[in-house]
């Protein structure tokens, strides 16, 4: 995984930490701890929706109806607990992470420029394809963001980097099907 990545999580995490109340001290702990360690983060991919059989931690921060903290593995499930903590601290497993914000505020812009960089620069990347239909950007953003897929598409054409090629060339896919099934905002 590529250090700016690595670098984006820490400073999407720095943001929510400055702008958002959580509901649990835990989750703060948690943050701080996971943006102050980058072996952690490359474990961390955060999410706009769950995926079952993964290992999810989900954060809620003031104003919704969520659990404060709770972690989903494999075979057991904690919620509101210290020892959600210790889990993380000791344990170096990858973990999805799925923010619950405020239901009365508008959709966080950050969140979806974090998932998208994390498309591209994840090899994880075909785990999280259907995020891309969740974001809500506007005709312009998703107008960036296909020129950009294209130029690298390019790229990796040049570069004779099969692997790339085929990560862009999917993510490229999904956007153009996702305009074929819905709109999007102007």
């Given at each position: 995984m590529s250090e700016?990545?690595?670098?984006?999580?820490?400073?999407?995490?720095?943001?929510?930490?400055?702008?958002?109340?959580?509901?649990?001290?835990?989750s703060v702990w948690i943050l701080n701890?996971?943006?102050?360690?980058?072996?952690?983060?490359?474990?961390?991919?955060?999410?706009?929706?769950?995926?079952?059989q993964h290992n999810?931690?989900?954060?809620?921060?003031?104003?919704?109806?969520?659990?404060?903290i709770k972690l989903t593995l494999?075979?057991?499930?904690?919620?509101?607990?210290?020892?959600?903590?210790n889990y993380i601290a000791q344990h170096h497993q990858a973990i999805d992470i799925k923010i619950y914000f405020d239901t009365t505020l508008d959709r966080e812009p950050k969140l979806d420029?974090?998932?998208?960089?994390?498309?591209?620069?994840?090899?994880?990347?075909?785990?999280?394809?259907h995020d891309i239909y969740s974001m809500p950007l506007s005709k312009q953003s998703e107008s960036s963001i296909v020129a950009h897929l294209r130029d690298n598409i390019d790229l990796s054409l040049q570069m004779q980097d099969r692997a790339l090629f085929?990560?862009?060339?999917?993510?490229?896919?999904?956007?153009?099907l996702r305009n074929m099934n819905s709109p999007s905002k102007d």
């Open positions: 700016t990545l690595v670098q984006s999580k820490a400073t999407f995490i720095e943001y929510l930490l400055f702008r958002y109340t959580f509901k649990s001290r835990i701890l996971l943006k102050s360690s980058p072996d952690l983060l490359q474990q961390v991919h955060f999410i706009d929706e769950p995926i079952a999810t931690l989900e954060l809620a921060t003031s104003n919704t109806e969520q659990p404060a494999s075979d057991s499930q904690l919620v509101n607990s210290n020892k959600i903590f420029d974090l998932l998208i960089q994390q498309l591209l620069q994840s090899p994880y990347y075909a785990v999280y394809m085929y990560q862009l060339s999917q993510i490229l896919n999904t956007f153009e």
